[in-house]
């Protein structure tokens, strides 16, 4: 048997990040960047005015008081907006609001609360330091400066930030486009009427949906028959469009295994029987260089594989690092059991408790509900995997296990997102380019 570790270090060492190209920003949403992002301006990029008020000489009004306001005349408004103001002659005040350029010779602003608002002249109450409420040009970058280093994953402040430097097409790793492919002649699409025999195909949906909280772009190819023909020409279809494949079923040692059938000595696929449970046969390989993850049908073993194998895989093609879940470190209520020579992933409730059973720092893992790989009720409502070692057959209640944690990026993933983004609504839009070199 191949342990798990055999069989990730396998994958890892036959995927790669995808290639750089420049991405509109909706299409860099969510993405990595590829390279680097230096600033070509400075921001602000001209001194302006951090409040509603009056642009000021602060050695003009350094006299001023509650009781003697200094009174000075208003020579003019310079809203926010395009243009150079006029320079500011001593002796003077000019409004201005939020946002507006700070005209040359003005180095405060008093804000207009601290006058009588006048429109032909104002009376400042109070003194205001040279730098008051004025945003300096640069003070947030500077032109030249490095705004998001290479690997930076592409959120919404990320995003502003890119826009707000004017970097309209960043480079990045594009988003991996998985194929995800169901096997099974007894698969019927979700929302259809059920003969005799016959099953909902789950998987594809469950795998589609993991594969989007992972950060690709999916296909989903539903059902399949188990007819090696019809597998292949499926195969086929997609291996020219798409970075990785994920296909479910067909990889046992039954008759009808059409995966095993066709794949079988193919590119570099290779069948392995790996020491897990649930999940323990595996296939991997390359065709035609597109990587492709061959899980096994029952729908827990195919979702807890893709976590374990296809989510690193796939975290290396986003241009990240191959973590996989977040590991946490939990407290068993219950004994647990596992078969020897193999790690066992048990579905897990989480909460925090402490000794006296109010809630604390330690975490304690309850068992999901029943274990068996075909019971996704208690995948679907566990929070955590937790492992137990291939040495272990057997582990007391009140033990501390390493666990995997589940579904923190559920919330995280785009919706709606086509295969392909044909938003053409934004300049900065458009199908991803190769970058120039
Ligand atoms: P297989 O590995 O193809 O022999 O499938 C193992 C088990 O998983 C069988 O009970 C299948 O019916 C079930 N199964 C396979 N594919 C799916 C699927 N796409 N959705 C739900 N169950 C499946
Ligand atoms: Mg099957």
């Not at 960047?33 to 008020?53: E, I, K, Q, Y």
């Not at 067909?250 to 009808?256: H, L, M, Q, R």
């Not at 993850?293 to 986003?318: D, I, K, Y």
Request: proline residues 9%; contains cysteine.
């Amino acid at each position: 048997m191949t342990t798990v570790d055999e069989h990730l270090e396998r994958i890892l060492a036959a995927v790669a990040p995808t290639r750089p190209r420049r991405a509109g920003l909706e299409q860099a949403h969510g993405c990595v960047l590829a390279a680097d992002v230096r600033a070509t301006v400075a921001l602000p990029s001209f001194d302006n005015s951090a409040m509603d008020g009056y642009a000021v000489r602060a050695a003009d009004v350094a006299e001023a008081t509650e009781d003697a306001p200094t009174t000075l005349p208003v020579v003019g408004e310079i809203p926010a907006g395009p243009g150079t103001p006029a320079p500011l002659k001593p002796g003077t005040v000019v409004r201005i609001m939020t946002g507006a350029p700070l005209p040359r010779g003005a180095d405060a602003v008093v804000q207009l609360e601290w006058t009588d608002g006048g429109r032909e002249s104002v009376a400042i109450r109070r003194p205001a330091d040279r730098g008051l409420h004025v945003r300096r040009a640069g003070e947030d970058v500077t032109p030249g400066a490095l705004v998001l280093p290479a690997g930076t994953v592409i959120g919404s402040a990320q995003i502003g930030l890119l826009a707000a430097v004017n970097v309209a097409r960043p480079p990045v790793h594009p988003r991996p486009r998985v194929a995800v492919l169901s096997t099974g002649t007894e698969l019927v699409e979700v929302g259809s009427p059920l003969g005799a025999g016959q099953i909902v195909d789950s998987n594809s949906h469950g795998i589609a949906a993991a594969a989007r909280e992972a950060g690709a772009l999916v296909r989903r190819l539903t059902g399949v028959p188990d007819e090696p023909d019809a597998f292949a020409k499926a195969l086929h279809g997609v291996l020219g469009e798409v970075d990785a494949v994920v296909t479910t079923g067909g990889v046992s040692v039954g008759a009808y295994d059409v995966v095993k059938e066709v794949l079988t000595g193919t590119g570099t696929v290779r069948f392995d029987t790996v020491a897990m449970q649930p999940g323990k046969p595996q296939g991997f390989g390359l065709v035609e260089g597109v990587p492709i993850f061959t899980l096994p049908g029952n729908p827990v073993s195919a979702l807890v594989s893709f976590e374990l194998f296809v989510r690193p895989a796939l975290q290396r093609m986003r241009g990240l690092a191959a973590t996989g879940l977040p590991r946490i470190v939990v407290t068993v209520d219950t004994e647990l059991h596992s078969p020897p020579g193999r790690r066992t992933f048990v579905r897990v409730g989480l909460a925090p408790l402490g000794d006296d059973g109010r809630p604390g720092p330690r975490t304690v893992a309850r068992l999901a509900g029943g274990q068996g790989s075909h019971q996704l009720t208690s995948l679907a409502g566990a929070q955590a995997l937790v492992i137990i070692p291939e040495d272990v057959t057997q582990v007391p209640a009140g033990a501390r296990l390493p666990a995997l944690l589940l579904g923190a990026d559920a919330g995280a993933i785009l919706s709606g997102m086509g295969w392909v983004d044909t938003d053409t609504s934004d300049p900065s839009a458009g199908p991803a380019e190769p970058i120039a070199r």
